[in-house]
């Protein structure tokens, strides 16, 4: 399925930039970065619930915020892209 997840970190702090860097390596390892805090990645449900907890657990819930949204697996015809844009799929393989 094809996840798309976003989040906001608080950076006023070295802590804070800190937990940026964090949740955006974990998610590079998983999928691909269409915008600043946006990542597109293609997961089974296992991967999903793993890379959920490592991210909830990097986070400060009173500062920060995560979204998920499952965009199941036919996500071809949810998806509409204007302006610049990579020439990206997810069912690609990913490089690391």
């Known amino acids: 399925m094809l996840v798309l997840i976003t989040y906001d970190v608080n950076t006023e702090t070295p802590a804070g930039r800190k937990r940026l860097r964090q949740i955006a390596k ?50 071809e015809s949810k998806i509409e892209c204007f302006g610049r844009t990579d020439d990206y799929r997810p069912e690609d393989t990913l490089m690391i």
Do not use: T, W
């Open 26 to 75: 974990q998610c590079v390892n998983y999928g691909h970065r269409v915008q600043c805090s946006v990542f597109e990645c293609l997961l089974d449900a296992a991967q999903y619930r793993s890379l959920q907890a490592k991210l909830c657990a990097i986070m400060d819930p009173e500062k920060d915020s995560l979204r998920f949204y499952s965009l199941g697996k036919r996500y």
